[in-house]
């Protein structure tokens, strides 16, 4: 079924590229990101084969719908599958959690580093070993001398990176460079990135910046046609379709883990997700669209509002998110080639992880909104395509040009259709915390800041839409969130909570003696800078680099 399967740039071009060129290409030359030429249909009786399978075994149904055999063989797909999620340490991969008569939460921080991210990571460093070791067999056997590389390079609020570092560690012909904005993870997230001692690993702390502008930073140097294909860049950031590909499995997992009663209930599902770059959401949008029953998925925002206030207006405009102007550490954006970032400015919140204004994955869903509102939606389906990539092209033009697009009331009662959107202040993120760990018949239970954005989202959502049966996915552990946690229960109302005793795991308490390894650099420059000279094969010591402090 997925054999005819390709993908294309949401933002032009007649070419379609396979699955494994998608995934080492990662971001489109022109800017764009890969969706898959059609959403695949699920076999008739996916509701009964599938309910007791394995998280391995579903994972390798659900990819096989979009990976073609003739990319990768069926047994090694297996094979790449089981090695990614045999780091994990629950035996569901994902477990639910109930908390509430009608409502549960999706834990997805098993993995290594106990964060969703490790979900979609640990299955593309897989790949991309796979990839590159058949390529290299192939050069190998033919007797040539050179081999394939690739030098990733991504941005992080924190989670993503160290994901990725431990997807990627040590695997041959890969070299990974993570960018993030240097004092605005939280100390652990930094730990687990900067004590990995492997010699392709590089932690670059990016001074005076935001997550906005690091992601802007990476997108430039991949439309940077002769630096890309000098380096051969991969990306492991969710502009990666394997990322969300590899996503759209626990959406699956979660429905089968619930009792009968909430899956015959079909329709009245919803799934509520933190949100911040719109990767983990629109996962679950195409779990919708291959057909799990669900009703809508919630965009649970922090104070970096602009999806919100998307769906509220139409408007996609980073520049008037109304709590810049009490913002102390906020940080101007400037403008460079991506187009995405002109005027952003990013409050520093108690969920730093979801510290985003411009959500790169919204680009994927304002394809399909461009396809569905097109005015003139008649010919084939490669020329309804080409129309909408023109009019997703004009909107990521005007984005660039004036930090804002008004994409009118049409776009977003479509959008509307799939989802609402709801915004969390920090107080009520605290609140919320609080709330979990007091909770009687199923609790107490301590949520990470992002997850409690999620579940404050929920809450306001079950008063809109009574009768229906909640999933809140969890993106990450408590511990990796200390001060946000602390802030919310080291109080004299819980005397007996201590942090360090009750939510750090031995394995993150280990990381504090460990030595940290940390380049220090300034802006694009000093990025490019750090990575010409590694791949030159000097070698650059943690703290030095053109701007480095
Ligand atoms: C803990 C946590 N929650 C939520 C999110 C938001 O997910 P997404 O960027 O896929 O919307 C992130 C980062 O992406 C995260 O690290
Ligand atoms: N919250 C993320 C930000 C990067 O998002 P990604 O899903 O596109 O990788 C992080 O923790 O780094």
Redesign the pocket.
Known sequence: MAEDMRYFSTRGGSETLSFEDAVLTGLAPNGGLYIPTHIPSLPSDWQTRWSSLTFPQLSHEILSLFVPTSVIPSSDLSSIINTAYSSFRHELTTPLRQTGEKEWVLELWHGPTW???DVALQFLGELFRYFLERRNGVLEKSGKEEREELTVVGAT????GSAAIYGLRSKPSITIFILYPDGRISPIQEAQMATVPDENVYCVAVQDSDFDTCQSIVKTLFSDKEFNSTHRLGAIN?INWARILAQIVYYFSAYFQLPAEAREAGAKLQFT?????????LAGWYAKKLGLPMEQLVVATNENDILERFFRTGRYEAEETPSQAQAPETAAVNGSSDGQQAGSAVKATH?P??D?LL?S?FERLLFYLALETGEENSGSDVEKRGKAQERLNGWMGELKKNGKVDLGSAVRDAAARDFWAERVSDQETLAEIRKYYKLEKYGPYVV?P?TAVGLAAQERSVKKSPNTYWVTLS??HPA?FSSAVELALSSDEFPEFNFRETVLPDQLKELEKLEKRVHKVRGEEGVRELIERVKKGEKVVPGEGKGSI
Do not use: R
């Not at 997700?273 to 959401?281: E, Q, Y």
């Open positions: 964060a969703f991210k609020s924190g989670d993503t969710s997700v933190p949100t911040g770059n719109f990767g983990d959401i969920s992880a979801m985003i959500s994955n990470d992002h993106t990450a990796k």
